[in-house]
């Protein structure tokens, strides 16, 4: 559920609008996808700042971004 509303207000931020249900699911999947990558090098890079003993950031250093909702395949051939 966290996924989902994060999703929502991400789509909202911006401006994000799919042609149906079933593609609304699909990039759903991929930004939670987005989101699970973002999560874990944000904690690598915590456990790195506290392994070599240097201060921990106000903010997460990776976020969400705009493409969230593209895969790997996607992003390349449209931002290439």
Same mark, same amino acid.
């Given at each position: 559920?966290?996924?989902? !509303? $994060?999703?929502? /207000?991400?789509?909202? +931020?911006? &401006?994000?609008?799919?042609? @149906?249900?079933?593609?609304? #699911?699909?990039?759903?999947?991929?930004?939670?996808?987005?989101?699970?990558?973002?999560?874990?090098?944000? !904690? $690598?890079?915590? /456990?790195?700042?506290? +392994?070599? &003993?240097?201060?921990?950031? @106000?903010?997460?250093?990776? #976020?969400?971004?705009?493409?969230?909702?593209?895969?790997?395949?996607?992003?390349?051939?449209?931002?290439?």
């Amino acid at each position: 559920k966290a996924v989902f !509303a $994060q999703f929502v /207000a991400w789509k909202s +931020r911006f &401006g994000k609008l799919y042609a @149906s249900p079933s593609e609304n #699911a699909y990039r759903l999947s991929v930004f939670a996808a987005q989101v699970d990558t973002v999560v874990k090098l944000n !904690a $690598q890079y915590d /456990a790195y700042l506290q +392994r070599t &003993g240097q201060s921990a950031l @106000s903010e997460a250093m990776f #976020a969400v971004p705009a493409d969230a909702d593209l895969t790997t395949q996607e992003f390349a051939i449209l931002k290439t």
